[in-house]
């Protein structure tokens, strides 16, 4: 399967934990996009990675949130002592280095409980 | 401030029947309207609407945009049971790329 791959599915924190959620993008992607979904809401642009670079993390929260996607290996999302606000479901989205056309390919998500 | 609406909120139907969801925006800098369908898994791509009154169709669904009212809507006619998921809709308001405001969504169910 050469889809947007993201793992854990399913992960479960207690307050004050951490939270790393990693995303491998679609074969032949070099841009990643990270998006939340908050129950009741619609999905929430996070932050947009390049390899090796942050181009735009304008809806990250400020503290205890970071992202990354290294030059090998999956982009992660990480998230430092968590709280039950955290609470969502994570989407990774990639796209093409080039020639993009404005569409995102979604993974199936990562769906973040906090105790 | 930047805003997708998204109606109804929820919707159920029976085969067979011609449903139509709306998408209205306020946006800046307007490029791109996008439709997706949300089933219990990833977000798939239906269309992605740049001009007005150029109708965009896949099989039984089609999409339209009208730049004059901000808006679009999203038919899908003879619905089957398949159909049933969240229909998104997303804004490229002109920040950086892939940077979309979505939608809530409409969840749309098909009875048999």
């Known amino acids: 399967n050469a889809g947007v791959m993201q793992n854990p599915r399913h992960l479960v924190r207690r307050r004050g934990q951490e939270a790393r959620l990693r995303c491998s993008p679609m074969?032949?992607?070099?841009?990643v996009y990270w998006y939340r979904q908050l129950p009741e809401e619609g999905l929430k642009f996070m932050v947009y990675?390049?390899?090796?670079?942050?181009?735009?993390e304008s809806g990250m929260p400020k503290e205890r949130f970071s992202a990354e996607f290294p030059k090998e290996g999956p982009s992660i999302l990480r998230i430092q002592q968590v709280v039950r606000g955290d609470s969502a479901a994570y989407f990774c989205?990639?796209?093409?280095?080039?020639?993009?056309?404005?569409?995102?390919?979604f993974g199936e998500g990562s769906r973040l409980t906090v105790l | 401030e930047d805003k997708v609406v998204q109606s109804p909120l929820s919707l159920v139907v029976h085969e067979g029947d011609t449903v139509t969801l709306n998408c209205s925006y306020e946006?800046?800098?307007?490029?791109?309207l996008l439709w997706y369908k949300q089933e219990k898994k990833a977000p798939t791509f239906l269309f992605m609407l740049?001009?007005?009154?150029i109708e965009k169709k896949s099989g039984r669904l089609s999409s339209i945009l009208d730049k004059k009212e901000l808006f679009s809507i999203l038919n899908i006619t003879a619905t089957q049971t398949g159909d049933s998921a969240i229909y998104l809709c997303?804004?490229?308001?002109?920040?950086?790329?892939?940077?979309?405001?979505f939608g809530k969504g409409t969840k749309l169910s098909v009875k048999p």
């Open positions: 074969k032949g992607h070099s841009h």
């Open positions: 946006v800046t800098n307007f490029r791109s």
């Open positions: 740049t001009s007005s009154g």
């Open positions: 990675l390049q390899k090796e670079n942050i181009i735009d």
């Open positions: 997303a804004v490229d308001y002109g920040g950086s790329q892939g940077n979309l405001i």
């Open positions: 989205a990639s796209s093409p280095g080039t020639g993009f056309a404005g569409e995102l390919f």
